[in-house]
């Protein structure tokens, strides 16, 4: 009866009954459990376009518009991030300060241009101030310190890292913005003295060194808006863990092995 109300044939529905899943129906089941291992490595953080990006890397061969639906369908969800509009104008750089970037953030190798910048991560016992320092060639924290204080000795650790990595003698651009820390005259001298190319924002533009602020905000959204630490002591081990742990390696999964060898 229920077969001729819904004007179906009887055989038809018994063999949909007893009907195997279809291929697409079975590389969907396999696309769920890859998302879901995906999304739980990365502390169910990543959203659809990030799970896609890592999907590409494996040689998964789908679309966004799929993981997406996918991630819907099965309740999988990632933590977006919080929209900031900024409409700040721009003032003029002194004629003395130079900016070899130019908002250009590609590199064409490793260690030809770096980015450096401060954020500052709370915790109970204060704030807990971290610099680091970006290769542009694939976006790898290649330097970073972490201090109680926002002072000068902050950015030459972590520049001092970077350049400990480096080994090659070939000079690199390094690019910052205003801040005391990076005008002071011991820092100037101090890349100077290490054949690093100083160059320098506009005043004001966060736009031109967006690839450190893209970083501060994945860190924060991804860990440090999820975290509440009791001590600074705690907040480095989180940070480390993320910069190290989680961060980098996702980066140098997605490097050519050649080009992995030479970094390491």
């Not at 954020?119 to 542009?136: F, K, Q, S």
Request: hydrophobic content about 35%; charged content about 25%; some cysteine.
């Amino acid at each position: 009866m229920m077969c001729h109300l819904l004007k179906v044939s009887a055989s038809g529905y018994y063999d949909w009954r007893v009907r195997k899943p279809s291929q697409r129906q079975q590389d969907n089941a396999r696309l769920v459990r890859k998302i879901h291992q995906l999304h739980q490595a990365s502390d169910n953080v990543f959203g659809s376009p990030r799970i896609w990006e890592d999907l590409q890397h494996d040689c998964e061969r789908c679309s966004l518009n799929r993981v997406a639906r996918l991630m819907k369908v099965n309740n999988i969800v990632g933590i977006p991030a919080t929209r900031q509009w900024r409409k700040r104008k721009s003032e003029q750089r002194p004629d003395y300060v130079l900016n070899h970037l130019e908002r250009d953030f590609t590199a064409q190798q490793p260690n030809a241009k770096w980015v450096t910048d401060i954020t500052y991560i709370p915790t109970r016992e204060g704030w807990l101030y971290l610099a680091v320092v970006i290769d542009l060639f694939r976006g790898i924290v290649v330097g970073w310190s972490m201090s109680h204080t926002m002072e000068k000795q902050l950015v030459i650790q972590a520049l001092l890292i970077a350049l400990w990595q480096k080994k090659q003698q070939e000079p690199v651009i390094l690019h910052y913005d205003q801040g005391s820390q990076f005008t002071s005259h011991e820092y100037q001298r101090f890349l100077k003295d290490h054949n690093v190319v100083s160059s320098m924002s506009a005043v004001g533009s966060c736009y031109d060194n967006t690839t450190a602020e893209r970083f501060f905000g994945l860190l924060k959204r991804e860990r440090v808006n999820r975290r509440n630490y009791r001590s600074r002591s705690e907040a480095r081990t989180d940070v480390f863990d993320y910069i190290e742990r989680f961060y980098n390696q996702r980066k140098k999964c997605k490097l050519p092995k050649m080009t992995q060898t030479a970094l390491n």
